[in-house]
């Protein structure tokens, strides 16, 4: 007693020692935690802001009431409760340490402060202390204290920040190294000070045991060395000879326990490598840790061992950063209490040099395009294509693919393999990956596509797609660009050919429909996208009429089409084609007229096209005809003049017809009033029979051009009214042109 740490306390007297280590396992973690809460020392997460600490005796809080209360684990559990987020994580661990040794955060706190103390310009004055939150009546001893501890390099604070993980892990043999950097008498530190005592001592026990395994290994007994091992290990986990030895003397087991026959495996990945440790019933020995070691043997060189795995119930593991280009093995040691108790398993040897990855392929007419992924440590690859013929000339390589063209038909291997430096400078290889692909027939595609329109269908032609199928259809999306190389996929099969139907003058597409027409050239499970066109027609224009509206225009009327701006008349006559649009609104408002002749003429109706560049097709039997405007005048001539009386009269009938006469011409009848000569004025006929008829011409004796002369009766009583009829089933489709009324009174 009087000699530990802390024993002599007071401002006179300050403190004899303060920690040169904090001495806790987990202290560069919670180091970590702290800054990442802004912390500069762990005191500051244990005290309201503004509130001092009482360090000398112990870790005291000053409270409202100015009255010290001890910082102990009750305390630090209840300033937990309060705290969320990085806070109340850091506490967590703050009282693990505190659990761990009632002692540890004290020094924790004493080696933190005497750090800022000697890294602060001022710290030797005993406000820097206050400004650090102790109290001010410890401030002064506290400096003085903090000014006689030896101050610690950077590599001495690593390893004083260091030792104890190091130590609580086993690593007896880092642990001395560490110790190694440290100052012999632990700086008057009592405690560091029987922790180097402990390390020096279980690496003399260690030593010990390896001395006795290589006696006993040189006279042959092996088991009797793998025991001395197996101590050596146990004393000092990270011992390289140690596990080396075991490595290299390793025997089944034959005791009936878990690892008995138990089977080690390594295999690539792409950047690592995954260990794995079997027969399944490994599985039931799942409380067993397992720590797993990697050796790399060196040409020439020690061989390096390495942990990538410890304490861990699991049976696979992965290698995050193996060395590519050299040859390694993997051992598994059974842990207990984080302890080696046993002998490992050990994996044959490998070669770090992983294949690529991903090869795909895609091969298209006479033509190879492949691709994979190489690992990032590969210096490169060395890719070759063989073919029926052998290997393949010519064969564009680059980072990642190659492409092959020219290629016949038939069935190729893709050989990749990897290269890798090795420590020597040398390069190796890898095992290599194949890849099987086949080139396939495939057929010429459509280079051009014309459509030639028609009433109600369209022609469609070609050039291009010899031997090939070639199909014309319409894709449901955007259809892909021409030369576009298609496979047969079940579950996004192509289009079907288009559904339009087939008549005389080619397909018949619905009218209403826009539709984008490609064409396709298949060959097999093949196909090659060709070109395209915009094919439109509208829709038909219903219950069209045409009838002549007087002379020189025709009145055109029909049911407007839904969904139609626009609508196209279509006067075709005398050889010529004029064309009259009209709205809709136009249309209800005026209506439609035409300008015409006599002649017969065709008016065809047509909604306007919806979309540009559109081959149109209008739709069949939208044409009205409307025939030649027949006529037939007449006229009475009266006769010439003897002396004081006249010649009898003559009647002219003339037929005008453009284009020639037609077959059914009506008859024409001359009629004379009913009533004259009896006095009364005379009557101008209304009907053929409101008369007497003086003269009937029949069709045959009209002639377009030339009229036809008769004398009108004589012995007509007079005064009279003469008037053409025109009688038969063509009356109708004749006009009568009839002379000035005075003309036809007889006096």
């Not at 030896?150 to 104890?164: F, I, M, T, V, W």
């Not at 992924?373 to 564009?396: F, N």
């Not at 002379?551 to 055109?556: E, F, I, M, S």
Request: glycine share 12%; net charge neutral.
């Amino acid at each position: 007693m009087g000699q530990e740490f802390g024993h002599s306390l007071g401002p006179r007297r300050a403190l004899r020692a303060l920690p040169l280590s904090p001495l806790a396992p987990a202290y560069r973690a919670l180091v970590d935690r702290q800054r990442a809460c802004g912390l500069r020392h762990i005191g500051e997460a244990l005290v309201e802001p503004g509130r001092a600490l009482r360090v000398l005796d112990g870790v005291f809080e000053e409270r409202a009431t100015r009255r010290w209360h001890h910082v102990g684990a009750e305390r630090i559990r209840h300033l937990r409760s309060l705290r969320d987020g990085e806070s109340a994580q850091l506490l967590a661990q703050v009282e693990e340490v505190q659990l761990h040794d009632p002692a540890a955060l004290r020094r924790v706190l004493l080696y933190q402060l005497v750090e800022l103390l000697h890294a602060h310009p001022r710290g030797s004055e005993p406000a820097t202390a206050t400004a650090l939150g102790i109290c001010p009546r410890e401030a002064a001893a506290l400096v003085r204290a903090a000014a006689s501890r030896p101050r610690l390099s950077d590599e001495q604070r690593h390893a004083a920040e260091g030792l104890e993980e190091a130590w609580a892990g086993g690593r007896v043999r880092r642990a001395a190294l560490l110790a190694a950097v440290l100052p012999a008498d632990g700086g008057g530190d009592v405690p560091l000070c029987r922790r180097l005592a402990d390390i020096a001592a279980r690496v003399k026990e260690a030593d010990a045991a390896l001395g006795a395994a290589k006696a006993a290994e040189r006279s042959g007994e092996d088991r009797t060395a793998e025991g001395h091992y197996l101590r050596a290990a146990r004393l000092a986990s990270d011992c390289p000879r140690a596990r080396f030895a075991l490595v290299r003397l390793r025997r089944p087991a034959d005791d009936g326990s878990a690892e008995s026959g138990a089977v080690l495996r390594a295999g690539h990945t792409p950047e690592t490598v995954a260990v794995s440790l079997g027969p399944s019933h490994l599985a039931a020995d799942a409380a067993s840790d397992r720590c797993v070691v990697r050796l790399t043997r060196t040409p020439g060189g020690p061989t390096g061992i390495a942990d990538i795995a410890g304490g861990s119930s699991e049976l696979s593991w992965v290698d995050p950063d193996p060395p590519f280009g050299q040859e390694v093995r993997y051992a598994v040691f059974p842990l207990r209490d984080g302890v080696i108790y046993g002998p490992p398993v050990v994996s044959d040897v490998l070669l770090v040099a992983p294949d690529v990855t991903g090869v795909r392929s895609a091969a298209g007419p006479g033509r190879i395009d492949a691709a994979w992924t190489a690992p990032s440590r590969a210096l490169g690859v060395r890719a070759v294509l063989e073919g029926p013929g052998g290997p393949v000339d010519g064969v564009e390589v680059r980072p990642g693919g190659l492409t092959a063209t020219g290629l016949d038909v038939g069935a190729y291997v893709l050989r990749v393999h990897c290269r890798y430096r090795t420590p020597d400078g040398g390069e190796i290889t890898s095992a290599g990956t194949d890849h099987h692909v086949t080139v396939a027939p495939w057929p010429a595609p459509v280079r051009a596509l014309d459509a030639t329109p028609g009433p109600g269908a369209v022609r469609f032609a070609w050039s291009g797609g010899e031997g090939a199928e070639v199909r014309l259809v319409s894709w449901p999306a955007d259809p892909p660009e021409p030369g576009t190389e298609l496979r047969h996929d079940p579950a996004r099969p192509w289009p079907a050919p288009l559904p339009w139907e087939p008549v005389a003058d080619g397909l018949a597409p619905p009218p209403g429909s826009v539709t984008r027409v490609s064409a396709l050239s298949v060959l097999g499970a093949n196909a090659v996208a060709g070109p395209g066109l915009l094919v439109e027609c509208p829709p038909a224009v219903a219950a069209s009429r045409v009838e002549r509206a007087g002379p020189g225009r025709a009145r055109v009327t029909f049911d407007w089409p839904a969904g139609t701006g626009r609508v196209a008349a279509t006067v075709e006559q005398d050889g010529r084609s004029a064309v009259r649009h009209v709205t809709r609104s136009a249309y209800v408002r005026e209506g439609l007229y035409v300008d015409v002749t006599p002649s017969a003429f065709t008016v065809s109706l047509s909604a306007a096209p919806r979309t540009a560049d559109a081959v149109v097709v209008p739709p069949a039997g939208t044409g009205v005809t409307v025939p030649a405007e027949i006529s037939v005048g007449y006229r009475i001539v009266p006769g010439p003049r003897k002396g004081l009386r006249r010649g009898p009269a003559r009647l002219l009938v003339t037929l005008s017809c453009p284009g020639g006469v037609p077959d059914g011409l009506p008859e024409f009848v001359l009629v004379a009033g009913a009533g004259a000569g009896d006095g009364r004025a005379p009557v101008r006929p209304r009907t053929p029979a409101d008369g007497t008829t003086l003269l009937r011409l029949d069709a045959d004796a009209l002639r377009a051009g030339r009229p036809v002369e008769l004398p009108v009766p004589s012995g007509l009583r007079r005064p009279c009214v003469l008037r053409g009829f025109l009688l038969g089933d063509g009356a109708a489709d004749v006009r009568l042109d009839d002379p000035s009324p005075t003309t036809l009174v007889m006096r």
